[in-house]
T-cell receptor, first 112, second 116 residues
């Protein structure tokens, strides 16, 4: 599984967009980019994932660069409840031997 | 998604004892996993719970210490055996829903375990 690099911490003002970067320069062609977050005292929550194309759901948008070496998770209107540790994980599908390997993630603090 | 329930949610145990953690899902799932999160750390995969066969353990984890059962498609248990203070962690169950190979995993809220 490819290694990812994320900033250890970020701040964001409530109501503004939060843009969380992730570098994965060694990603292989069939590895997916997954984003999870962990709010204090809870289990990780799945946010979004993608292979090549940009993806959007009710929680967030995922922008993957054309060379797939980096991606950005966008929370369009951050709220205080979005304060959490955000994990970017690159992995194969499970049936291809993929596993979720959690790094240290980015601790996002949304401030009033 | 799915509703994933873990029991107990927390416990305080004496060293040398064993504790079995249960993970129940409200629908049939293809894969079930067990993770450990040590204090202040990220999650580490312990093993994949295979239905009807022995679990697949990651490097550094062994069956004698963390026996796992998965009798059906909605339930699994993890036992932490002969506990020591170093086993104080949050233990989390996750599941992969049916529907293709790139389904995301969904996590329970974990079992907070403290060993005295």
């Amino acid at each position: 599984d490819a290694k990812t690099t994320q900033p250890p911490s970020m701040d964001c003002a409530e109501g503004r967009a939060a843009n969380l970067p992730c570098n994965h320069s060694t990603i292989s062609g069939n590895e997916y980019v997954y984003w999870y977050r962990q709010i204090h005292s809870q289990g990780p929550q799945y946010i979004i994932h993608g292979l090549k194309n940009n993806e959007t759901n009710e929680m967030a948008s995922l922008i993957i660069t054309e060379d797939r070496k980096s991606s950005t998770l966008i929370l369009p209107h951050a709220t205080l409840r979005d304060t959490a540790v955000y994990y970017c994980i690159v992995t194969l599908q499970y049936n291809q031997g993929g596993k979720l390997i959690f790094g240290q993630g980015t601790e996002l603090s949304v401030k009033p | 998604s799915a509703v994933i329930s873990q029991k107990p949610s927390r416990d305080i145990c004496q060293r040398g004892t064993s504790l079995t953690i249960q993970c129940q899902v409200d629908s049939q799932v293809t894969m079930m996993f067990w993770y450990r999160q040590q204090p202040g750390q990220s999650l580490t995969l312990i093993a994949t719970a295979n239905q009807g066969s022995e679990a697949t353990y990651e490097s550094g984890f062994v069956i004698d210490k963390f026996p796992i059962s998965r009798p059906n498609l909605t339930f699994s248990t993890l036992t932490v055996s002969n506990m020591s203070p170093e086993d104080s962690s949050i233990y989390l169950c996750s599941v992969e829903l049916p529907g293709g190979g790139n389904q995301p995993q969904h996590f329970g809220d974990g079992t907070r375990l403290s060993i005295l």
